[in-house]
């Protein structure tokens, strides 16, 4: 993943910028978004809010209307589907000629659980979007954000800008070494109830297994039937590209539903379940499914076998 000195990265620019304040926010972005739609570029505003409103608020109407902006703590609440969702569909949408985009996938409030698939992402988007001809400003608020995290930031950007210097490149860049270490065991619960696959006949035990569960912790009807279909694609996902059976563990806490899925397969793609789905796609779709339905997953992959964490918070109900 890392891009050595004799790779051809193409046109594509991915730049964190550093900020301090809003004001700094909008001295930077809103002359970036506005350079692009005067020169007709299509231009892509994924941001959380309140920035959304802020980076609204001081567009002109023309140009707002010009530009795609979406809810970054909305569209990519689950940084495992942001380049299989909103930044690799516009970039497949328009794949012909330059383009901007604006990414803030890590903002302060974004949790400790989420935080390492935030990192995993900014790591992958240097391989999805290489060779073309795009600029991506990934802004962090420099003031309110941990130092680790700026550091992590340096890591998974070739270049750099803000906090008071020029566009600069980064010396720490090594996205690959980012991914690596981030891709960590991850915690179990020693309360979870299981149930082993080791077949696909056994897919519908399987789903019966997670709708009982779920309904013990008030989770609605539609929470259920996203369950039991992140448990269906997993779990197959598992009997076609693992070794053996797999089991599914299911826990609730702090609100969330954990459904967990272990093979003694290994995920050699990193890339898996985060491209958009084309008409030309030949293989299956599991991992996509899950991560645009979960609002979180976590995977660790070793030669020793895969796990697989999906997160489902409980809705409000209506």
Known sequence: MTVAAEDDPGSFRHI?????????????????????????LPVLVGVPEPKLSLLR????????????????????????????GVLGTFAARHRSGPMRM?????WNGRSALEYPACVQHEALINR???G?????????????????????????????DGAGRPERTSAGFAPEAAWVRYNEPLPSSPTAASY???????????????AKYARWF??????IADLQLIVNELASNSLQHGRG??????????????????????????MAGRRPVTHQDHQGFGLFVVNATADLVRIHTASSGTTVQAHLRMREAA
């Open 245 to 270: 059976p797999c089991t599914v563990a299911l826990w609730e806490t702090d609100g969330q539903l954990i459904c967990q899925v272990r093979d003694s397969g290994h995920l050699a793609d990193p």
């Open 218 to 223: 008030g989770f609605s009807t539609a929470d």
């Open 57 to 84: 608020g001081a567009l002109p109407a023309g140009a707002a209307e010009a530009v795609t902006l979406v809810d970054m703590s909305q569209v990519g609440r689950n940084p495992g589907h942001i380049l299989g």
């Open 102 to 106: 604006v990414g803030e996938p890590i």
């Open 16 to 40: 964190a910028l550093f900020y301090r304040s809003p004001r700094e926010y909008l001295d930077y972005l809103v002359p970036f978004i506005l350079d692009g739609v005067a020169a007709g």
């Open 196 to 210: 082993t696959v080791n077949r696909l006949r056994d897919l519908s035990g399987a789903r019966a297994f997670s």
């Open 132 to 160: 073309r001809d795009i600029t991506l400003f990934c802004p962090y608020d420099a003031t309110h954000l941990d130092s680790d995290i700026l550091v992590d930031a340096e890591i998974t950007h070739p270049r750099l």
């Open 128 to 130: 999805a979007f290489t």
